[in-house]
């Protein structure tokens, strides 16, 4: 069983402790570093390259979200989860815009911390139930009150499947092998499907996988 | 307000002195125009009636003294006729025709000697005396006979009655001359009163004109002096109203700042504390023997009256002012604001807000957010909507928001409540005008343009 190295960016001790002793009681888990602000995070990260980034999104110096940026573009194989306290999908976007793989709220954080965390090294995202519901009950008002058309059922069966596991963070090279079908032909589902739906980046698709509930 | 009471009675009283010198002085400005206009009438009826008078009663003098000396003639004539006419009954009624004619010469110049001017008098004087003596030369020759008439006729009418009575036309052409000498002085004495006249009208005139002057002059004073005042009022309100507006702008900035921190402290410090509890009793709950039911359900009770708290802190801090405002910018706070309306009344709100920029100035931000809650805030509460539109379009300049409601809407002109004077005040401190328009079950649409003091480059959210 592989050790999954895990970096605790956050500015409050105590919370950091609290995080600290919840992810020590799995044995497979291992907190690497700790730091209390951005700039320390991104500085541990570059060096210790973690599996995983817990982050919180209010940091002095430089914020939670900027560092995620920055970690996302300098160590390809971090995946970063957002620790907030925000609930707003203009946040949930803005994290995923910046490379985020999970959003947690602070209030639940010890109970999903451990989900999360196995959720985005298997490579899927991961939002708090709180979230989910949130942004799913958020889409269905906004649907009702347009009166239009859920998009979702212009999609073909081939396209949800598509959908689901670029959702999950999969890239087309993956998606092409689990199906067993060519490149192109997943290159051509994926243009397909986000025409359909009108949405121009994978944050995007990802959010509106949670608000669909194709994943959790 | 003490202020605005001095203000009022200084104006007043500047008024009422001013006013009540201008009344005096036009006033009597206008008595002196009648009082000139009523004397010069005057004058001009006295120097016509003078004129008449003294050319009626030249014409009259003139048509007497004319008759006499026709009488005249006619007495001579008809003296010679009597002594030249053999006829005895034409001499007879020649005769008689000279007497009449005697009278009616008298009687003319009885009537010539009335109101005679003195140096008339003496001559006409005179000339009855001499018309006397001419009677009396010819008294004894109507008494004579024929052969006497024809006999001594002709020589009686060249040696007596002929002179006399060429001394007589003389006499009485001479009282004609001094009659038109009169009339002429009485000509002169007329003018003389025209000149007098004149002479006054003109003495009034440059007083008025003096008079008119100083009025003009103080008149022209008075409205500077008022102006001065008035402008000087005018810079004091203009001042003073800035003077509001910058402290009310600051007041509106400083209440902006407190909540921002305010919210900030309890989101950030407490409710991460919070949280941080609620991990304390996680592992607390963990770490508790698991037999042990009746000390799990109370941790657990515990636990949940501490996110109850959270709930209550966010809340709080969301309600002072929404972190996204600063941490995501206008557009982000805006939808997160419809959803949060939307989700707690049931209505329907929609937000078309592409191309906005994230970096608004801070200040346009709170004041479009704050303006959009504040109508969210109406439309929810007071008019019942069911659907509200939300657009901001940024443009070069300037950035247009407009909110509409289908509620039951208003009468902007009666029913402005606090809230609509707070939106304007904060429309107004950054250079903007709300528009306001609703009618009674109509719904309602506000409107405003921010200008933009510098650019901001346009990002779509």
Known sequence: MSVIRILLAEDHAIMRTGLRLVLERQADFQVIGEASDGREALAQAQKERPNVVVMDIGMPNLNGIEATRQVSATVPDCAVVILSMHSDEGYVLRALKAGAKGYLLKESAESDLIAAIRAVVAGKAYFSPAVSRMLVEDYVRQLQDREIEDSYELLTTREREVLQLIAEGRSNKEIANQLNVSLYTIETHRGNLMEKLNLHTVPELILYAVRKGVIA | ?461
Not at chain 2, 64 to 81: A, I, K, M, N, T
Not at chain 2, 189 to 209: D, K, N, P, Q, Y
Not at chain 2, 317 to 330: A, F, I, K, T, V
């Open chain 2, 1 to 461: 307000m003490p202020v605005r009471a001095s203000l009022t009675r200084a104006y007043k009283g500047l008024l009422t002195s001013s006013r009540a010198v201008l009344s005096i002085g036009f006033g009597g400005l206008l008595i002196l125009m009648i009082v000139i206009a009523i004397s010069a009438n005057r004058a001009v009826a006295r120097i016509e009636a003078g004129n008449v008078g003294i050319r009626r009663e030249f014409l009259d003098r003139d048509h007497l003294l004319h008759r006499l000396r026709s009488d005249l003639y006619q007495y001579s004539l008809g003296v010679r006729d009597y002594l030249l006419n053999t006829d005895p009954r034409v001499a007879e009624q020649r005769r008689t025709e000279v007497l009449k004619t005697e009278t009616e010469m008298d009687t003319a110049l009885q009537k010539y000697g009335q109101n005679l001017p003195r140096p008339e008098t003496a001559a006409v004087k005179e000339l009855q005396r001499d018309l006397q003596l001419y009677y009396a030369t010819i008294e004894p020759v109507l008494h004579w006979d024929a052969p006497t008439r024809d006999a001594r006729g002709n020589e009686f009418i060249s040696t007596q009655m002929l002179p006399r009575h060429e001394q007589l036309v003389r006499m009485a052409e001479r009282i004609s001359a001094m009659d038109s000498r009169q009339l002429l002085v009485g000509e002169a004495h007329v003018a003389s009163v025209f000149a007098g006249f004149r002479r006054e009208l003109m003495l009034t005139a440059l007083a008025i004109l003096l008079f008119g002057a100083a009025l003009a002059w103080l008149s022209i004073a008075r409205v500077e002096a008022l102006e001065r005042e008035s402008d000087c009022r005018y810079r004091e309100v203009v001042t003073a109203r800035e003077e509001l507006h910058r402290l009310s702008s600051r007041l509106v900035a400083a209440q902006e700042e407190e909540r921002r921190k305010l919210s900030r402290e309890l989101h950030d410090e407490i409710g991460a504390a919070m949280s941080a509890l609620l991990m304390e009793m996680g592992s607390l709950d963990s770490a508790l023997p698991p037999g042990d039911t009746a000390l799990h359900e109370r941790v657990q009770a515990v636990r949940k009256l501490a996110e109850n708290n959270v709930g209550l802190v966010r809340n709080l801090s969301l309600l002072l002012r929404p972190p996204m405002l600063d941490d995501l910018g206008l557009v982000p706070a805006l939808k997160w604001k419809a959803r949060e309306v939307a989700r707690r009344t049931g209505i329907k709100i929609r937000v078309e807000a592409e191309e906005v920029s994230d970096d608004l100035p801070d200040e346009h931000r709170t004041c479009i957010f704050r303006v959009v809650q504040e109508a969210l805030h109406n439309a929810t509460r007071h008019a019942g909507a069911s659907h509200v539109r939300i657009q901001v379009r940024q443009e070069a300049t300037q950035i247009h928001v407009q909110i509409s409601d289908d509620g039951t809407g208003f009468e902007p002109r009666l029913e402005k409540g606090v809230g609509i004077l707070g939106m304007e005040e904060r429309v107004r401190n950054l250079g903007g005008k709300l528009h306001i328009e609703s009618a009674p079950g109509r719904g309602a649409r506000l409107s405003f343009e921010l200008p933009l003091e510098q650019p901001v480059p346009v990002q779509p959210a």
